[in-house]
């Protein structure tokens, strides 16, 4: 079951939202630029872990759900010369329903056959842009705009205010998923994952709730969109691209599948890395598949993974010496049975 | 549009279609057998069309880098194999396909490091260099070599699947991997060598299309999606699905570009999602 | 021949076997009964290496074989007939004996021609693909497939579910001629009227457990064991 208000997970969010705050105050233009985009892949891979660490439907066409609130947000203000405050819900609408579209088409998929499926749709979407005249085809486009929020007194130009509302933004889908994902609609989406065929003894059709969470999910990567073409002002059709859905993977399974927050985590680190090696080696891509490989070599379970072992390791050790302080009792001993709970990329594998 | 133009088209139909089904064919079976997709398959096309560039660099022979170059990359996908993803058995089919996605990355990178970022030119046999004149029409003679050599590879498999023991025991591990091994079958062992003669295949594919399509690291990228949608439409694990999806595939992207020009690329995913919808087990699936 | 001791099995986190311990003799033949769900197909599928135990032991001729693959298993000489047949459909009746025999590599009595002997229905039908085959046909092939690898012992798992009642005695009569050849027999069985005339000895199991052991005879001719074991 998901707790949002776990301790462990609390204090990981807490952390990530203060330290994007301070540093969206005291860090330089670059560093917010790179604040900023932490927050947009931070939301674009909370949303992943919605359909890949519950219901344990790995997509690997996420950019699928990314790319269309980005383009529909551009074409509706740029092309269209729609207001902001018009294309804004709009491309998040086009990103909720090419989620029910994809939701609907891969209800059957499971397992493997998802994560083939997903990304051929994603593969569809980046060939059509890059085919496409009206949208810029290979170029992309330019111009979207940030909104006017003058009228709250923010300057969404200011790099500070627009990474400050980012990270803002990211802590509230943060809180909205957690909600939803602690609720009786989380519940079934863990127990589909965990076990599909139980779910479906139990009298509860798993197709409906997979639909919506893809549907929910595409709304939340639509909005990521939306923000990533507020932020470099520019769109490109590598957000279809598969390899770029790939990395939106591979940040939330090595931030901690299943843990919403690990993703978060997981987006700033691999961001952060992706500057700091980029800096010596034009080779990054060498680096993210050996940090996945070494990920799912370790179990899987990512960052979020060894925080939650170290707290089990100290309690533990706090729970030994408790012990010995009481009076020599026989040490503490863990709790091994022959299928303890594992959060893993392996599918149902979670007790 | 004379006869000659469609003829044309229908042989590059066909030539892009054998291609497919050379790349496709040990994927399905791989599939087939452990529910195991290779999403690094593409890779190993990429690495035949480099190690190829430049075992025909060294040797001066096509012939000896559409020989060698299969066999190099088996051991480097035997090697591969041997000390990462056996060793993910445990943790389950997804975390190995993840795995292998990971070696996508890696594998880009890597060939970037070995062979630069530049396309490289490689090109036909000098016996293979010109065009042949064919009912009126005249077309490339390499391209019908690639036609010839998808043909023979296909008859060979199907001898093999359908005319020996071992492949008799291929369709059974295909048909039922439990029941094969109370039999006797070593079914991890037999997924080793139809892994590594999947990849040996993969790389024969990439010398064959680099004279077409040129050398570059980004390739087994975009082969990739192409050669998994032929394994979906065709249906899981068997000769017969990898055929009938190569064919499609090729004849649909062929003739899409030149009937349908503003959908190009698109008809293709639409034949997907056609056989999604309708029949999600393929066309031929193994295990009915 | 078979030693299988406290044995622990299940599926996820759903535990069926429960310490279960049985053994069966060269030569003998002994059933395995129980109604639904009590855990017979789970414990020849733990014996067979299909499915690793969590704990106990499980020996052949005496040598520890818990947790080997099945292959191994199969290799030492134990033979497998599922409850669902398992005939591979991609291979003719000819091919699934054929691959069988090649893997066997044991010496022993039965060779093709036997095989089509006992089973004249298997000759007729050696060039069809296994899937037109009807339910007796594939549970004939599946036991011949098994003998045709000479086992020493034949782990059998419901032979006679869901067949007609003709072919139900079809089958009797070719295991009882089976059994007088001296084959070492583990037969899962829910119809104790089918499996107690052909077993020398009886495990009936509850709950993961065996709830009784004895001669065959004697549950054969108590109705008070019979509605308390086999509520019948």
């Not at chain 1, 500057?275 to 070599?297: Q, R």
Request: with cysteine; aromatic share 10%; glycine share 12%.
């Amino acid at each position: 079951m998901f707790r949002l208000f776990d301790p462990l997970r609390t204090t990981v969010a807490l952390a990530l939202l203060i330290a994007g705050l301070w540093w969206a105050r005291t860090g330089d233009y670059f560093g917010r630029e790179i604040l900023a985009e932490m927050a947009v892949f931070a939301i674009a891979a909370m949303s992943l872990d919605l359909l890949a660490g519950f219901p344990r439907l790995v997509s690997m066409g996420h950019g699928l759900f990314v790319g269309i609130g980005a383009y529909a947000y551009t074409v509706a203000t740029v092309l269209a010369g729609w207001p902001p405050a018009v294309a804004f819900p709009l491309a998040v609408a086009a990103g909720a329903g090419a989620g029910l579209l994809v939701g609907l088409a891969t209800v059957r998929a499971r397992d493997i056959f998802y994560i083939m499926a997903t990304l051929a749709f994603g593969q569809m979407g980046y060939v059509w842009v890059v085919r496409s005249g009206e949208l810029g085809g290979d170029d992309g486009l330019a111009g979207a705009p940030r909104p006017d929020l003058s009228a709250l007194g923010l300057d969404l130009s200011d790099s500070a205010t627009f990474a400050t509302l980012l990270v803002s933004v990211a802590a509230l889908v943060y809180l909205l998923l957690g909600r939803l994902l602690a609720s009786g609609f989380g519940r079934t989406l863990l127990a589909i994952g965990q076990n599909e065929r139980r779910v479906r003894a139990l009298g509860i059709a798993p197709g409906p709730y997979k639909v919506a969470a893809t549907t929910l999910s595409g709304a939340v990567a639509g909005l990521a969109g939306v923000l990533a073409a507020m932020h470099s002002m520019y769109v490109s059709p590598e957000l279809f691209h598969w390899t770029w859905s790939g990395e939106a993977l591979i940040m939330t399974i090595l931030g901690g599948i299943g843990s919403l927050v690990g993703p978060a985590l997981g987006a700033a680190a691999v961001v952060w890395l992706k500057y700091a090696v980029s800096a010596w080696t034009e080779h990054w891509g060498l680096f993210l598949g050996l940090f996945l490989i070494l990920a799912v070599w370790t179990g899987g379970q990512g960052l979020y993974g060894y925080l939650e072992r170290l707290r089990r390791w100290s309690a533990t050790v706090r729970d030994a010496r408790g012990r010995e302080h009481a009076g020599g009792d026989r040490a503490h001993q863990a709790v091994r049975g022959p299928h303890r709970h594992r959060p893993g990329v392996a599918p149902g594998d979670a007790g | 549009m004379t006869t000659a133009y469609w003829l044309t088209q229908l042989l590059n139909a066909l030539q892009y279609s054998m291609l497919l089904f050379v790349l496709s064919v040990g994927l399905t079976v791989v599939f087939g057998l452990m529910n195991f997709v290779n999403l690094a398959h593409g890779t190993f096309y990429a690495l035949g069309a480099f190690v190829g560039w430049s075992l025909l660099r060294i040797t001066g022979s096509f012939w000896a880098a559409l020989v060698g170059a299969p066999l190099v990359v088996a051991a480097i996908a035997a090697l591969l194999y041997l000390v990462m993803i056996a060793r993910m058995q445990r943790a389950g089919h997804l975390a190995q396909v993840l795995a292998t996605l990971g070696l996508v990355f890696v594998g880009v990178e890597v060939m970037r490091m070995i062979w630069g970022d530049f396309a490289l030119e490689f090109s036909a046999p000098p016996a293979l260099a010109g065009s042949v004149s064919l009912f009126g029409l005249v077309y490339p003679a390499y391209r019908l070599f690639v036609i010839a050599l998808g043909l023979v590879a296909l008859v060979l498999l199907w001898l093999l699947l359908e005319r020996t023991a071992l492949g008799a025991m291929i369709r059974a591990a295909v048909d039922n991997a439990a029941m094969a091994s109370a039999l006797g079958v070593r079914v991890d062992r037999l997924f080793f060598a139809m892994f590594c003669f999947g990849c040996a295949l993969a790389a024969l594919a990439g010398v064959v299309a680099a004279p077409i399509f040129s050398v570059y690291p980004g390739m087994g990228i975009e082969i990739l999606i192409p050669t998994l949608i032929v394994v979906v439409v065709g249906g899981l694990g068997s000769l017969r699905g990898a055929v009938a999806g190569s064919l499609l595939v090729g004849f649909v992207d062929t003739f899409g570009q030149v009937l349908l020009p503003q959908l190009s690329g698109i008809v293709v995913y639409a034949l997907l999602a056609l056989t999604l919808l309708l029949r999600p087990q393929g066309l031929f699936p193994a295990r009915a | 021949m078979l030693e299988v001791e406290a044995l622990e099995a299940g599926y996820g986190e759903t535990r069926v076997l429960h310490g279960l311990s049985l053994t069966v003799g060269r030569g003998e033949v002994v059933a395995l009964l129980g109604r639904n769900g009590v855990g017979k197909t789970t414990t020849l599928r733990a014996v067979m290496g299909l499915l690793p135990p969590w704990a106990g032991r499980v020996r052949i001729d005496g040598r520890d074989v818990t947790g080997l693959p099945a292959h191994r298993i199969a290799r030492l000489g134990v033979g497998y007939v599922p409850e669902t047949r398992d005939i591979f459909p991609s291979l003719t009746v000819a091919e699934n004996l054929e691959l069988a025999r090649r893997l066997g590599r044991r010496e022993g009595p039965w060779d093709p021609e036997r095989i089509y002997a006992l089973f004249p229905r298997l000759r007729e039908r050696r060039d069809h693909p296994g899937t037109a085959l009807s339910g007796g046909e594939q549970q004939m092939l599946a036991i011949a497939r098994a003998l045709i690898q000479n086992p020493e012992l034949l782990l059998l798992d419901e032979p006679t579910e869901g067949l007609a009642p003709i072919v139900v005695q079809e089958i009797r009569a070719k295991l009882r001629e089976l059994i007088a050849s001296g084959l070492t027999v583990l037969l899962v069985e829910q119809n104790f009227r089918f499996a107690t005339p052909l077993a020398s000895r009886c495990y009936v199991l509850a709950r993961g457990r065996v709830a009784w052991h004895g001669p065959a005879a004697e549950l054969a001719a108590s109705e008070t064991l019979q509605r308390r074991l086999l509520a019948v």
